[in-house]
């Protein structure tokens, strides 16, 4: 790593090995230089700051809907990402976000927590009976993909088939991104896409206590087609691969400090801000404008670094400790404003 403190870059392989493995001694010394930075391997400014990225994702100057000249080899994709409710901003976001908010209140969430527990505990007694295994493959993964599969009324025996869709779609947002993975992206777009036409299909015919069939009876004037299978694609994506990887984190982080004590709410909460699952979201800039001393011209991108931001020792004393006593605990793990994770509850209950 190369901090340039004049220039205000910073030369960094966010695929390094080193800095994959542990990449917060990076932030602690990006941060305590040049908190707000160029990150040459991306190409634009990055923020370390608790209250940067805080404030950035509440500031309205700045979103997600921006648009971009698309090469043709790309155009299936972003025809399917500009309804995700991720890649919108008002007032297109804030109708789809009302119609699934419904669904995701947490005490709607709370009565999927027996089918949690019994599918976890159903995970560890096959631990028991085999002698080892591999958390992620067999714990971690299973997981989310059920709970999410059986929410939107996808039959379980596609699970496998979901996440390889997933994986390869999700891989677009990768450090290093080539042409082969941009193909592999969009071939899982095309195909998730017409298998999930086929389920709203079947929804609209047999209407069941599914998260699709709540939306259906919204009626298409509230969502059309088109915003029913891309949401339906973006809970599958989202909803199972940040999950995976805060478990993995998290069963990490409760071995090596040690924990004895019986894992509640604030061991969860904890988990999140000390080793989250999603380290750096971009945005864009909606109008010219100055933020942290920095002018951004329209739709420059931003990085927000919240893998820094919930380390950052002016909001959290000690912050390279595992303290799941600390409250509050107000980590960036979930996001802030208009565009915090829908999801949230789901994920706090797996």
Not at 326 to 338: K, L, T
Request: hydrophobic residues 40%.
């Amino acid at each position: 790593m190369h901090i340039d403190v004049a220039k205000r870059s910073v030369t960094l392989d966010p695929c390094g090995p080193d800095f994959y493995q542990n990449p917060y001694p990076a932030y602690h010394a990006i941060r305590a230089s040049v908190p707000v930075f160029k990150w040459e391997h991306y190409g634009h400014w990055c923020f370390t700051r608790y209250d940067d990225v805080n404030g950035l994702l509440r500031d309205r100057r700045f979103g997600r809907q921006v648009v971009h000249d698309t090469p043709e080899h790309l155009k299936p994709f972003y025809a399917f990402e500009q309804h995700s409710l991720l890649e919108l901003d008002p007032p297109l976001h804030t109708r789809l976000r009302g119609l699934l908010n419904r669904s995701f209140l947490a005490r709607q969430i709370e009565r999927l927590r027996p089918a949690i527990v019994n599918l976890s505990n159903s995970l560890i007694d096959r631990f028991e009976a085999e002698g080892e295994a591999e958390i992620i493959a067999d714990f971690a993964t299973p997981i989310p993909v059920t709970v999410i599969c059986d929410l939107l009324g996808v039959p379980c025996e596609m699970a496998q088939q979901v996440l390889a869709w997933s994986h390869d779609m999700v891989a677009m947002y990768q450090a290093r991104r080539d042409r082969a993975i941009e193909d592999a992206a969009v071939r899982a777009t095309v195909a998730f896409s017409e298998y999930m036409r086929g389920i709203v299909k079947q929804r609209r015919k047999e209407p069941r206590d599914y998260i699709l069939s709540e939306l259906i009876r919204a009626g298409d004037q509230k969502i059309s087609e088109e915003e029913l299978v891309t949401t339906a694609i973006l809970l599958l994506n989202a909803g199972h691969e940040a999950t995976v990887h805060a478990i993995g984190n998290g069963v990490k982080a409760l071995l090596e400090s040690g924990t004895k004590e019986t894992i509640g709410e604030a061991h969860v909460e904890e988990i999140l801000r000390y080793d989250a699952p999603l380290h750096l979201f971009t945005r864009y800039a909606l109008e010219d404008l100055e933020y942290a001393g920095i002018k951004f011209r329209k739709s420059e991108e931003v990085g927000l670094m919240l893998g820094a931001a919930n380390r950052d020792p002016a909001r959290f004393a000690d912050p390279d400790r595992f303290n799941p006593s600390r409250d509050p605990n107000p980590h960036m793990s979930f996001g802030a404003g208009i565009h915090f994770c829908i999801g949230a509850p789901l994920a706090r209950l797996e």
